[in-house]
């Protein structure tokens, strides 16, 4: 069972930037697809970003494209969104999510496509 805990979540004024972390408890191999989804109180929840295990394939959300880049280290178990520009619309519970694909393209950024979950880390943007 791949455990995903998420971390450098926090207050930050709109226009700057977080980078949230993700560490995984398990081989990557078991989660070769990561990703990111956030949901905001009483809105659904919503892809951000995927990556596959090899640092390439990534996908977006057409909202934070040239905003937010996803990285991963897998040396490290770790998985990364550097996120710039921040709205306050973007004020969220941020969640980091894995699941194992057979091939390298990880699958779009729904819900239901995604195994492992984290528990979140909270994101709050300021005007």
């Known amino acids: 069972q791949v455990q995903l805990v998420e971390s450098g979540g926090g207050s930050v004024e709109a226009g700057g930037s977080l980078k949230l972390s993700c560490v995984a408890s398990a081989y990557t191999a078991n989660y070769n697809c990561m990703g990111w989804f956030r949901q905001a109180p009483g809105k659904e929840r919503e892809g951000v970003a995927s990556i596959n295990n090899y640092g390439f394939n990534e996908q977006y959300a057409d909202s934070v494209k040239g905003r937010f880049t996803i990285s991963r280290d897998n040396a490290k178990n770790t998985g990364y969104l550097q996120m710039n520009s921040l709205t306050t619309e973007e004020t969220a519970m941020y969640y980091c999510?894995?699941?194992?694909?057979?091939?390298?393209?990880?699958?779009?950024?729904?819900?239901?496509?995604?195994?492992?979950w984290g528990h979140g880390t909270q994101v709050t943007v300021s005007s």
């Open positions: 999510v894995g699941v194992g694909v057979r091939d390298m393209r990880c699958p779009p950024l729904l819900p239901d496509e995604y195994q492992y």
